[in-house]
């Protein structure tokens, strides 16, 4: 065996399992540290605050008597609170008796029920609260597309007329006018596909007419992590010029070629930076969420089209920008919810749920995309995380707010031995599911 064919399949894994440590870091110190500060907030004490497990690597003790570590294992973390046995949080039965009544008021176990489902709720809370801040920033950072529709900057393409210029405001497309961007799609989406199109524009004031390409050209504006198009090799800013031979014109026209396939290779030239590559490539059966909180399974070769060249934008108000994070928040936990249902009703494949080598692969895969692709990457995994926490199963977040809604009705906790067959039964389902998610990762396509 040559030792140097190895070289960049480990140079991929490293660089694989580094963005995936740092994406769960992020996000696990994000969820602990909800806990820790709305624990303190409460009045609960923290003992020890880790990232990772297994063996201190680094560690130091604040003022208020805290332990801040990092482990070996990097792939998870805890808050340990005065009175824990560990870092599931179960009562330390041999030494919390023998605590006085001010201290135990400092515990997990012995603070008021408020306290302590206040601070139960906070992981989940904070991944959401990362979620909804990420999308909002990236929006004020790209801003919004400046209406009526106006050129910011042309993408490069193969040759064809190419009237538009910079700073061109689209009044107009085959003689229909665009007021807005929901005109303007109007138009294409109606509009036979040529090669030239005319377009109706104020340069600086004088209204003239210009020939340009179809506005939505078979160019690759996106990738998606772990597809068929990003394992050959394809990379944003390609154009794809022909499919099995037939020259291409506009994204759909590639993407009614991919749904026909029914799976089978497809023969792709590729345009980029004035060379022309080729490319074969087998599309995936993809299951998708519909508009109508259903799915629809379709072929897919992973990757997204857009216009011929990026809008001008402006600075959306920041009021704007944290509702369009809510709204990203929500429609992934609603699509993840409705999926989780249609998996378990049979209605699409159980192989969409992955577990932590399928997450790990895309974690590399959007960090090799660009930064900005990686960090709403964290954000999505963020609400995952902070949806799967809040599940009512023993040993998650949600179980344990679930044992504090029964004390609140039942004016007591459930028993210690209660407890911990409620907990063992709990760990014992989320093993199998890690074990079935790590089951798909090795054997599903």
């Known amino acids: 065996m040559d030792i140097a064919t190895l070289i960049p399949q480990f140079g991929g894994a490293l660089w694989t399992f580094a963005a995936f440590v740092v994406a769960l870091s992020v996000i696990v110190f994000v969820h602990e540290y909800g806990h820790y500060i709305v624990g303190r907030w409460s009045g609960i004490r923290a003992e020890v605050f880790s990232i990772g497990f297994g063996p201190v690597l680094l560690k130091r003790t604040d003022r208020r008597g805290t332990q801040w570590q990092v482990a070996a294992l990097p792939f998870g973390g805890y808050v340990k609170f005065l009175g824990d046995a560990s870092a599931a949080s179960d009562k330390a039965s041999d030494t919390y008796d023998q605590l006085d009544e001010d201290t135990k008021r400092h515990t997990m176990h012995g603070a008021p029920l408020w306290a302590r489902a206040a601070t139960v709720a906070a992981g989940p809370v904070f991944n959401f609260i990362l979620s909804i801040l990420v999308f909002a920033a990236?929006?004020?950072?790209?801003?919004?597309?400046?209406?009526?529709?106006?050129?910011?900057?042309?993408?490069?393409?193969?040759?064809?007329?190419?009237?538009?210029?910079?700073?061109?405001?689209?009044?107009?497309?085959?003689?229909t006018e665009t007021p807005d961007y929901q005109g303007f799609f109007d138009v294409v989406r109606e509009m036979p596909v040529t090669e030239s199109v005319r377009y109706d524009i104020d340069r600086a004031g004088?209204?003239?007419?210009?020939?340009?390409?179809?506005?939505?050209?078979?160019?690759?504006?996106?990738?998606?992590?772990?597809?068929?198009?990003?394992?050959?090799?394809?990379?944003?800013?390609?154009?794809?010029?022909?499919?099995?031979?037939?020259?291409?014109?506009?994204?759909?026209?590639?993407?009614?070629?991919v749904g026909e396939s029914d799976g089978k290779p497809l023969a792709l030239d590729v345009w980029r930076d004035g060379e022309t590559l080729e490319f074969v490539l087998a599309p995936r059966r993809v299951d998708l969420p519909t508009a109508d909180g259903g799915f629809e399974t379709r072929w897919l070769i992973g990757m997204t089209g857009g216009l011929m060249f990026t809008p001008a934008t402006e600075t959306p108000g920041v009021m704007e920008s944290l509702q369009y994070g809510v709204d990203q928040t929500g429609f992934i936990i609603q699509s993840s919810l409705s999926g989780l249902w249609h998996m378990v009703t049979g209605a699409i494949s159980a192989c969409n749920l992955r577990g932590p080598?399928?997450?790990?692969?895309?974690?590399?895969?959007?960090?090799?995309?660009?930064?900005?692709?990686?960090?709403?990457?964290?954000?999505?995994?963020?609400?995952?995380?902070?949806?799967?926490?809040?599940?009512?199963?023993?040993?998650?977040?949600?179980?344990?707010?679930?044992?504090?809604?029964?004390?609140?009705?039942?004016?007591?906790?459930?028993?210690?031995k209660a407890l911990r067959l409620l907990m063992g039964v709990g760990l014992s389902l989320m093993l199998a599911l890690m074990a079935f998610a790590l089951t798909n990762d090795l054997f599903c396509p």
């Open 206 to 257: 004088e209204q003239v007419a210009v020939e340009g390409p179809y506005p939505f050209p078979p160019m690759v504006e996106g990738l998606q992590a772990g597809s068929a198009a990003m394992d050959v090799g394809i990379e944003t800013g390609d154009v794809i010029t022909a499919i099995d031979g037939t020259p291409l014109i506009a994204f759909k026209q590639l993407q009614e070629a």
């Open 138 to 175: 990236i929006l004020l950072w790209q801003g919004t597309p400046r209406e009526p529709v106006q050129v910011g900057t042309l993408k490069p393409m193969p040759e064809a007329a190419q009237g538009l210029l910079p700073g061109d405001t689209i009044l107009a497309v085959s003689g």
């Open 357 to 416: 080598i399928g997450i790990a692969e895309t974690s590399g895969a959007a960090a090799s995309q660009g930064v900005d692709s990686f960090i709403w990457f964290i954000a999505v995994l963020s609400t995952a995380v902070g949806m799967l926490n809040l599940f009512p199963i023993p040993v998650l977040d949600g179980g344990h707010l679930v044992f504090h809604a029964y004390e609140a009705l039942a004016g007591r906790p459930p028993s210690d």
